[in-house]
């Protein structure tokens, strides 16, 4: 018989990983490596699993054209007309998601299953002449497709009487349980961290604020999860199962452990997680599809594209965390047919660059193997329960693929064995190119996925893991190899809603910086920056319309990506003028939660107005911040 050399090597390995001096029965001893660090209980390590799944945003936002709700909505403007539930788990599948979130409660404390607790519920609405559960239809629809189902119930409710006093915590718990028990098995439970402030509170129009973790004592809420839901992994606060990556733009940091400090949450260590830290409390990257996280028709045409959504998967499934991607419906009840072209070719893409294994086949060899039960060739059984490991002593080992046949690719996908701690901090990727070893990359942090891009494809046989920096022995549960697949097109379309106003014959007339066009663009990626207003020198721009129009109101778009040391405004005041000479004070007010969800603003008039000018005041940013950046300003008829 003739031995070729990965015949060779494969032989190598097995007499490394096999001694010939033990007998079968001893070799089936060795012991496997101590844990080292925190690890995930099991709930989080299959939650880590899941990877991809929907956010699922519905409520009386869709119906108001608001992304916070004020809580004094009548349950009479909820009324889809063509409610879907199975076309919206077909459309997350469709993107390749595992499961889906559904909103149940948001702010304004409308409920989409027929709770009895309150009036401010679904019972109450057109919606199957208040016969209907949302909740529960999405739920079936999730066991249908074998899809995940997940809640999400907000803690602030800016509609009950009581929110801020200790009545509103009962009612908070028993809406809790309901949800834990009415609609089976659930596989996350998510609380938001905005809470407080200003509401209807059953008629009391007014500010309420409160010490969030003493008010919910989030501990108990926690454990109340866990009671009736044992592997649900709760979201956000200290003590829950996973956290908040910091921010809603898609953007895990890099690298980002799963490991936190056991101290309340800080937005910088939850960007990026602390390496060793005590609490196994890993991210979850959130963004949107559209600029807002409900669906607003003017928003039709700022969809992401498919290519944008791989690069999403990138920063967040690609550095280990799970991504959570949320697909607002319409007030059909449906997901918007460009959407869902969208979602399909990201999700067909993703598939497809992922359905072969080019190192299936491959000879694997290491530096050092533990023994029997942890060879290298574990790497490419498919299973993430099995994994290569070395002796205890040996921390920097090296693990070789030698393909079938030179393979072209440009897509690397490392895992750990998560059950025992993230174990390498800092390893490097190499191809033998001509004879000479090259470093593709070099990163720190596996954890539970490190996914490497490159930027062309390479073509090589032979590839290597070289870890360079651990505290500990590896545990590798996978080393593969893809040729990625680019995403199909999708034509971007125009906006479903007629009273938006098209900017193209607006201008600048003033503003107190230069760059102000950048405002009348109509590109969320391009902003006017300037330096951080203040009550006595605000920033200031006026707007030509070109002709009087019919106002209902104006839009404010905040730069979509983050902009190092800048930040959207707190507030605005409005001007109006049919002359750019008299002006009327028309508006006065804040712009909700738009630091954190970079999302498009919508303030109406208190009536109809006729103006050719707006002009625009902002005298304060939304967080703390050197400058002050917004990317558009329109308008929209009455």
């Not at 844990?35 to 869709?62: D, K």
């Not at 497809?352 to 029997?372: E, K, Q, T």
């Not at 205890?392 to 030179?406: I, K, N, R």
């Not at 107190?512 to 605000?538: M, R």
Request: negative net charge; aromatic residues 10%; contains cysteine.
């Amino acid at each position: 018989m003739t031995l070729d050399r990965r015949s060779l090597i494969a032989a190598g390995v097995a007499l490394a990983a096999a001694p010939l001096a033990l007998p079968a029965r001893a070799a089936s001893r060795v012991a496997p490596p101590a844990p080292w660090g925190a690890v995930p209980s099991a709930r989080q390590w299959q939650w880590h699993q899941r990877e991809q799944y929907a956010f699922v945003h519905f409520a009386m936002n869709t119906f108001t054209d608001k992304e916070w709700g004020y809580g004094d909505e009548s349950p009479s403007m909820f009324n889809p007309t063509d409610f879907d539930a199975d076309q919206i788990v077909a459309a997350a599948q469709a993107g390749n998601l595992k499961g889906v979130i559904l909103v149940a409660k948001h702010h304004d404390g409308f409920c989409l299953w027929p709770t009895m607790l309150t009036e401010h519920c679904i019972r109450n609405s057109p919606y199957k002449d208040g016969k209907g559960d949302i909740v529960g239809e999405v739920a079936a629809a999730c066991r249908r497709a074998g899809m995940g189902f997940g809640i999400y119930l907000s803690p602030w409710d800016r509609n009950h009487a009581e929110y801020g006093r200790p009545a509103y915590i009962d009612y908070f718990r028993k809406h809790v349980v309901e949800l834990c028990t009415r609609y089976g098995e659930l596989f996350e439970f998510w609380f938001d961290g905005a809470n407080g402030g200003d509401g209807y509170y059953g008629g009391a129009r007014e500010t309420r604020q409160i010490d969030a973790p003493a008010y919910y004592n989030w501990p108990s809420i926690v454990a109340l999860v866990h009671s009736h839901q044992p592997m649900a992994c709760t979201f956000d606060p200290l003590g829950a199962d996973i956290r908040w990556v910091g921010n809603e733009d898609g953007i895990a940091g890099d690298p980002c452990w799963p490991t936190m400090p056991n101290h309340p949450y800080v937005q910088s260590e939850g960007n990026s997680g602390v390496r060793g830290a005590p609490l196994w409390w890993p991210a979850e990257t959130n963004t949107s599809i559209r600029p807002g996280w409900f669906f607003h028709a003017d928003e039709d045409a700022k969809v992401r594209s498919p290519a944008n959504l791989v690069r999403y998967f990138d920063t967040s499934v690609g550095r280990g965390t799970n991504m959570n991607l949320n697909i607002p419906p319409d007030r059909r009840g449906r997901i918007p047919d460009q959407d869902v072209r969208i979602l399909k070719s990201f999700g067909d893409a993703i598939r497809a660059s992922f359905a072969v294994n080019l190192a299936d086949g491959a000879a694997v060899s290491a530096s050092h193997v533990r023994g029997p039960g942890y060879e290298p060739a574990r790497v490419l059984d498919g299973d993430r329960e099995t994994y290569w490991s070395t002796p205890d002593d040996v921390v920097t080992p090296t693990l070789t693929l030698d393909l079938a046949s030179e393979q072209s690719f440009d897509l690397i996908r490392l895992r750990e064995y998560l059950p025992l701690g993230v174990r390498v901090t800092r390893f490097a990727v190499e191809a033998d190119v001509d004879g000479a070893w090259r470093v593709l990359a070099e990163h720190e942090c596996i954890s539970a996925q490190r996914i490497i891009r490159l930027d062309q494809p390479i073509k090589a046989r032979r590839l290597r893991l070289r870890v360079l920096e651990a505290p500990a022995c590896p545990a590798i549960t996978e080393f593969a190899v893809f040729r990625s697949v680019a995403p199909v097109a999708v034509p971007p379309v125009a906006s479903s809603d007629p009273k938006v106003l098209s900017t193209a014959g607006w201008r600048i007339v003033e503003a107190s910086a230069p760059g102000a066009e950048a405002l009348l663009d109509s590109e969320v990626s391009t902003a006017w920056i300037l330096p951080a207003p203040t009550p006595s020198q605000p920033a200031t721009v006026t707007l030509d319309l070109g002709a009087v129009q019919a106002l209902g109101g104006f839009s404010l778009t905040p730069a979509r990506h983050p902009i190092r040391g800048a930040a959207p405004p707190r507030g605005y005041r409005v001007e109006l003028s049919a002359d750019g000479v008299s002006w009327t004070p028309e508006t006065t007010g804040e712009l909700s939660n738009i630091a954190y969800a970079l999302s498009t603003q919508r303030v109406a008039f208190a009536g109809p107005r006729s103006a050719r000018y707006m002009r625009f005041h902002f005298d304060q940013t939304a967080v703390p911040a050197a400058r002050l950046a917004i990317a558009g300003i329109g308008g929209f008829k009455p």
